[in-house]
T-cell receptor
Framework: DAGITQSPRHKVTETGTPVTLRCHQT?????MYWYRQDPGHGLRLIHY???????DKGEVSDGYSVSRSKTEDFLLTLESATSSQTSVYFC???????????????FGAGSRLTVL | GQQLNQSPQSMFIQEGEDVSMNCTSS?????WLWYKQDPGEGPVLLIA?????ELTSNGRLTAQFGITRKDSFLNISASIPSDVGIYFC?????????FGTGTRLQVFP
């Protein structure tokens, strides 16, 4: 498997609290992605990064922010968590270091977030 | 946001049976991917298709890139219990990878 780890794997929090999920890769890849997975919706892109300090929005970015201060780490932050953000969050990187675009992705094991 | 229509939503089959699922879109895609997700894990790539009309196999799995570039099919032959999981299609267009809603497969012995 590609070197991609997510933390925490499980988190329960209360509405209104800030939450940060971390994605760490050892592949030295420029591109990193955050998706959320919900029943009936498949996987939807939240934000992605194409380099250190270079990020862009996906289709469901409202309520989320990201940061990439190092190549290996991509953080997803919920400034004030809401119940609608209860979901499973997946980080992904391209499967080949030579692939520059969002083509074939390798996914982390996921972070299950419950907002009460 | 844009999504792919994946069907069926779920399947309950007996071990040894063949399985077919498909994905359709109103948009054209340059690449079609099929992923499988086991419980508690992230999706894992099964097959990647890069050309319209392409037919690719991976063991008991066969996938096709539709001629119109708006659909793709996945077949699993002689299903076994470890085929259980959720199967996702994904289409790549310019800079976006769009996922289907998934087909949940249950295999009974």
């Amino acid at each position: 498997d590609a070197g991609i780890t997510q933390s925490p794997r499980h988190k329960v929090t209360e509405t209104g609290t800030p939450v940060t999920l971390r994605c760490h890769q050892t592949e030295n890849h420029r591109y990193m992605y955050w998706y959320r997975q919900d029943p009936g919706h498949g996987l939807r892109l939240i934000h992605y990064s194409y380099g250190v300090k270079d990020t862009d929005k996906g289709e469901v970015s409202d309520g989320y922010s990201v940061s990439r201060s190092k190549t290996e780490d991509f953080l997803l932050t919920l400034e004030s968590a809401t119940s609608s953000q209860t979901s499973v969050y997946f980080c992904a990187i391209p499967s080949s270091p030579r692939v520059s675009g969002a083509n074939v992705l390798t996914f982390g094991a996921g972070s299950r977030l419950t907002v009460l | 946001g844009q999504q792919l229509n994946q069907s069926p939503q779920s399947m309950f089959i007996q071990e040894g049976e063949d399985v077919s699922m498909n994905c359709t879109s109103s948009s054209i895609f340059n690449t079609w991917l099929w992923y499988k997700q086991d419980p508690g894990e992230g999706p894992v790539l099964l097959i990647a298709l890069y050309k319209a009309g392409e037919l690719t196999s991976n063991g008991r799995l066969t996938a096709q890139f539709g001629i119109t570039r708006k659909d793709s099919f996945l077949n699993i032959s002689a299903s076994i219990p470890s085929d259980v999981g959720i199967y996702f299609c994904a289409g790549y267009n310019t800079d976006k990878l769009i996922f289907g809603t998934g087909t949940r497969l249950q295999v009974f012995p």
